[in-house]
Each structure stands twice: as C-alpha cells, then as structure tokens.
C-alpha cells in the first residue's frame, strides 16, 4: 500500500511511533539478556520490517511470519518457562526490561486495531502484534528463570503462588499425556484456573492443531458450569434443560467429554480439558485426570 500526504496526527503515525519506542525498549533489553539477545535483535529487526510495510513498503506479515512467532514461544515454553498468568517483573534486570517492552507491544497493538478500522492492516498483520507480546512475556520469564529467582510474588492470596496449582496442573498434564500416548492418542492437555484463566497446556507431538483450543475450552466449561462436559453433554441434548447452551459465551463451552472440574476441600479451583481423540478416549482421559489429581496431586 501507498500513503502519500497523511496528517501527523493520523492513526497510523502512532502505531509507527509505538513500534519505534518499542524497539528502542528492546534495545535496553538487548544489553542484559546475555544469550537472548539474539532473538531480541532479530524481533527489533521484523518490527523495522513491519514499519516498512506499514509505511507502504515491501509485504513482510504473512502466515508463516505469525507461524514463526508461535514457533517461538512454543520453544520457549518447552524450555520449561510457562505461562503462569500473574507476576511481578523485576526478577532480573533484562527480564523486567522485558516486561516493559511487554506493555509497550500491547499498546502498539491497541494502536492497531484503532489504525485497522480505517483499512490498511490484514488479519495476519493483526495477529503478529498479538503473537508478539505473548513473545515478548515468554522471553522475559526465561531471562529471570535464568536468574534462578521467582517470578511469583510471595504473600499473594491467589492459588498458583499460595498452593503451587501450577506445578500440579504441569503434572497432570504431563501424566494425562502420557497416558493418551499409552492409548495411541495424540492428545492435547490443558488446565485453567478457578477464574478460567489458562494455567498451564501440553500437546503432543503432531497433535490436531483444533485440539489447542479445545482443549482449553473444555476445562474452561467445566470451571464456568462446575460439571464435567460429559454430564454437560447429556444435558444438552434436544429437549434438556441445557439444549443450545454450547452457542453461549462466544462458543466456548464444549458439549462433549474431556472436561472435568478440578476439586480441592470441596471447592472448585480449576479445570482440566484433553483433546485428541473420539469422544469416548477423551472421556475416560478425563475421568484419569480427575481420579489423578485427587489421588497423587492432593
């Protein structure tokens, strides 16, 4: 695309300066991440990329672009950083660079959808500013594990920190995994916490790529309808209490089994989800998890 005599104070001009103030950001975080550093230049590098394109230059965001992105973080995760949800940056000093950066994507982002609605910006350039903070987040928990030092605030009231449901839920998942391979399932594992929120996902190598979210959403209904999907689904058949209940909440509740309710003291506090099979092996997987968690996890 071509633009030619736009106001200074056009949309597109803050999304511009945004990416420019981010990749001077990036450029402290280069100075303290040792290794990382060379992602970190060669991310300040697609972002000059992606100014060029917006600038009206040579197409660089495409699907594969995004794909790397995903790459990337998948990598990274399997170095066994995980996406915990809440922290408190500054465990190391290029980690809370990082996370600064972080924020910064994230307004370049709202930038962009603001640009978006006046044309000019394709869903796979959309996507890329939002792939890159969940990048930009992955590589800041890998800089301060690297550090040796927590990322999670002690003294905090909420589950991950007070009872390490993050490392019981990367157990489950693990285990669940396991067992589907036993079962020749290629079998996606996911958990969320109380809130629905993800907690931790595994998935198996050359696993349906549809199972990610499935997956997810399946432990989401469970924690948001407190039953496992299962049972849901028989309540939501024609002529139940429940028909059509899987077209609410943007279609994230799932009516078919492999969702079962995480439960501690008698309360709900998260939810487990497992994807890959027919109905029937993402059912008893489910039932395993469950049986699990309340058996070796507890």
């Known amino acids: 695309m071509t633009r030619q005599n736009i106001p200074k104070n056009s949309p597109i001009f803050e999304v511009l300066g945004t990416l420019d103030e981010l990749c001077s950001q990036l450029g402290v975080a280069k100075r303290s991440a040792g290794e990382v550093s060379a992602i970190i230049e060669q991310i300040q590098a697609d972002i000059t990329a992606v100014c060029g394109e917006l600038a009206g230059g040579k197409k660089f965001v495409d699907r594969d672009t995004v794909a790397r992105l995903e790459q990337a973080i998948d990598t990274i995760c399997a170095d066994g950083v995980e996406f915990t949800g809440f922290v408190l940056p500054g465990s190391s000093t290029a980690g809370a660079a990082l996370d600064v950066a972080r924020t910064v994507a994230r307004r370049a982002e709202r930038c962009a959808v603001a640009s978006s609605q006046t044309g000019g910006f394709t869903r796979e350039l959309l996507a890329w ?25 002690t003294g905090t009231s909420l589950p991950i920190a007070a009872d390490g449901f993050a490392d019981k839920a990367l157990r489950l998942c693990l285990a669940v995994r396991e067992r589907a391979a036993q079962m020749g399932v290629r079998a996606v594992t996911a958990v ?18 549809a199972s990610v979210d499935i997956a997810m959403n399946k432990a989401f209904t469970s924690v948001s309808l407190k039953m496992s999907t299962d049972e849901l689904s028989r309540l939501a058949q024609p002529g139940q209490s429940l028909y059509g209940i899987q077209f609410t909440n943007s279609n994230r509740i799932v009516i078919f ?22 109905a029937e092996q993402d059912t008893a997987l489910g039932e395993f998890a469950k049986d699990y968690y309340e058996k070796e996890l507890i």
Request: glycine share 18%.
């Open 129 to 153: 500013f939002n792939r890159l903070s969940d990048l930009l987040y992955a590589l800041a928990r890998l800089c301060d594990r690297k550090t040796g030092e927590s990322t999670i605030p």
């Open 192 to 209: 969320c916490d109380a809130g629905g929120n993800p907690v931790a996902m595994l998935r198996a190598d050359d696993a349906f790529i």
């Open 257 to 278: 089994g492999g969702g079962v309710p995480l439960v501690e003291d008698g309360l709900i506090i998260g939810g487990f989800g497992v994807s890959g099979g027919t």
